[in-house]
């Protein structure tokens, strides 16, 4: 419980503010709310399990400089995808409709590589060298979707009342903003 309790804490206030946020913000204003969710915590779950993994076999000592690189790399071509936008078919945009896959796989995608070498990922990977596995790993996660939640609620607000061509715009340019964070964290 001291191991969840305090993951959850730490990840939760690292987590606020953190560009995850303002991705999670970017996307509930272009999808429905829960498929967000949902990818949220489906890329959270994963690289927190793999961060808690880490941080049991190899302590606080992998190199994330090449995964940031790469990631702000991934995020540059998120980013012209995003400003291009996607032609979708009647029978696309009803299946998607439908099931809210192509939202969730988005969202999953995006930020399992935003979180590769993030100071979450990171902060998992030290609590996991001291506490818990389980209750790092359970904590860790539900502390970044309860954050992440706060910005969803904000973005769809938003998505209702801006034109998709601004949404777009607008997320395009953070993706290359994370892009460019994430490259230079990775060169320093």
């Known amino acids: 419980m001291h191991a969840f309790l305090l993951s959850f804490g730490v990840i ?18 272009r ?3 829960w498929p967000v969710l949902i990818g949220i915590t489906v890329a ?18 992998i190199p994330t400089d090449a995964i940031n690189i790469v ?5 540059f071509g998120f980013a012209a995808w995003t400003l291009r936008g996607d032609e979708l078919t009647d029978e696309d945009e009803a299946r ?16 399992f590589l935003a979180e590769l070498g993030d100071k979450t990922m990171l902060a998992t990977i030290t609590l996991a060298t001291k506490e818990g596995l389980f209750g790092v790993w359970l904590g860790s996660t539900i502390g ?12 769809a607000l938003l998505g209702k009342r801006l ?3 601004t949404i777009r715009i607008g997320a395009s340019i953070l993706f290359v903003v994370f892009g460019i964070i994430l490259i230079v964290e990775g060169l320093r």
């Open 44 to 61: 959270t779950a994963f690289v927190h399990l793999f961060s808690v993994i880490a941080g049991a076999l190899l302590g606080a000592a």
């Open 163 to 165: 034109p998709e061509r």
């Open 144 to 155: 970044m979707v309860a954050a992440d939640a706060l910005a969803i609620g904000v973005g």
């Open 96 to 111: 998607a409709k439908r099931t809210g896959k192509s939202a969730i796989l988005a969202v999953s995608g995006a930020f």
């Open 71 to 75: 990631a702000g790399i991934a995020f």
């Open 31 to 33: 999808y429905k709310p």
């Open 12 to 29: 939760f206030v690292a987590e606020l503010g953190d560009k995850s946020q303002l991705m999670a913000m970017a996307f509930s204003a």
